[in-house]
């Protein structure tokens, strides 16, 4: 069985991960063949887990009772962002303040019964503009998922309703794939709200319909809406599409390939896809409530037109994790894997026993914590990004500065990493040195391991807070005052180039997502497939480490957005 660590000399013990009949069955698969435990709670205490996951949000007495050691999957808040008519709520009054050009992702959208009037009057405009030519609109239930309720109607008098719903522009022009509609299913997880940090899964889903669209039958559901639990019960689901293939999914990766041959911009659509999901996170940021200890990984579905403008439909809490085809597998297993090395389980000092050699490591229950040991965590889990210092200067010594990656395909050289990864997961460091020897790094690499550095970056147990502070001031004398810059395919703010990259973390497995520099505490760049999309330079790193300065952030984005030629424009996409 697979182990999470290996640190010769400190028995670990293995981690538990709580789950409830919702739980989906690949987190536990995961879990478990990462050698975690499963919580039992009948012999075990409530303190004996280390990772609740569910479906479904936890009370607030959930978050006030986690234990420094505990992680939950949830963040209180964040239907803020998941129920249609909050989400529409909260970029409106972003649109408000910061003007409606930086949020025109989202569609023209209606909350219904509220805005009957509005909507009604915005309805008579467009007939009358557009004269005999007919207008789409779709109404979804506010509250429902996996399409369920949804109508998409040209005509007033189709348009019902009995729940709160929204009602919102329906996008009359998708990029089509053979005629077939399709919709992104993109991964992003917030380990954390303050300071926030957001990171965007470099993998992910595209949905097809299984049905070819027409504007001529808005009754199709398998034509015009892409939710798998739509189409995997339509008639040609498993029937082999021309140009798609059977079944409704591909991964991103070839989606991203497919437009690369159409001669498209793919790395102009990735921007402007990071600049969507943080300014739809940025909506709800400053609202959420403080909780430690827990993260978020939301599930944006993304649908682009045929300009290759990118449009947020809505974002999911939970997002599906079954496993109904190949796809699923490749996309949700990794993602499992990768969420759990972006939340720094692996450090062990969440899971040490007494150094007890030529003993079996202890189960969790049976480790009795000493005062010390909880303080210390408790500490931790308050600066969490603190304690990674060690790990984080390790690594550095290693082998950090800079490797400039050059990716020739969107994600590939991960891919081909990750997949060798969990296979031969006890072999992982002995590996990697051949894996990362096939990637096609550019640039020095420099080698600060120097043995002075070493006795002062020994781990747990004798690290103490005191000790970081010396190790931290003798690595600001020691170590370059930036590092090398990083420039690669994925990460698109190519200013922010003082993080290591993800080469760094690869060779090692203890890896947090936060580690200190001599310029402060900054989030890693790159775990495994995740790549850090905010902050995403010194700027806005400096707007979220008081509070979160959304007017200096957004400044910072629109400067951004301002270098991009416009989606609305020409077909400024298509590569010249
Ligand atoms: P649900 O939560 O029920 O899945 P979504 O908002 O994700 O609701 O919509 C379901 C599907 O309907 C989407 O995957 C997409 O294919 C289609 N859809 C939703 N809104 C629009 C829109 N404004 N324009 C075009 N298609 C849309």
Redesign the pocket.
Known sequence: MMTEDKNPGIMLKPLVFRVDENTPEVVKNVLLERGWNKYNENVQDVGDWNLYWRTSAFRMIDHSNVKPWQRLNHHPGTTNLTR?DYLERHLKHMKGIFGASLYAFS?LTFIMPSDYIKFVAEYSREKEALGTKPSYW?C?PAE?????G?IIFSDLKDLIFDCATVV????SN?FLIARY?C?LRIYVCVPGFRPLTIYLYQEGLV?FATEKFDLNNLKNNCA????SSINKTGASYKKNKEGVGRGCKWTLSKFFAYLRNQDVDDLLLWQRINHLVILTILSIAPSVPFASNCFELFGF?I?IDDKFKP?L??VNVSPGLSLDCSTDVLVKRKLIHDIIELMHFNQTHLRKTKKEPGKASGHWPHISWTEGDKDRVRETSKHWCKISWTEGKKDRDHEISGQRTNFSHFGQKNRVHASSRYMSHNKESHNSSNIFSSLDFKGKVYNRNSSALQKKVRGFPKETFCAKSRERKVSKDTLPSAFPKIRNRQTTFKSFHHFPSSESYKKKKNITPYFLSDKGTRPCSHVGDFVLIFPFNEATLAATENGLDLKKVIHELQKLVNKQPKPEAEDKTKKT
């Open positions: 249609k569609p779709i979804k429902l998922s996996r399409g369920r949804i919102q522009k329906y996008i998708p509609k919709d949905r015009h809406l892409t939710n579905d649908l449009w439909l809505e």
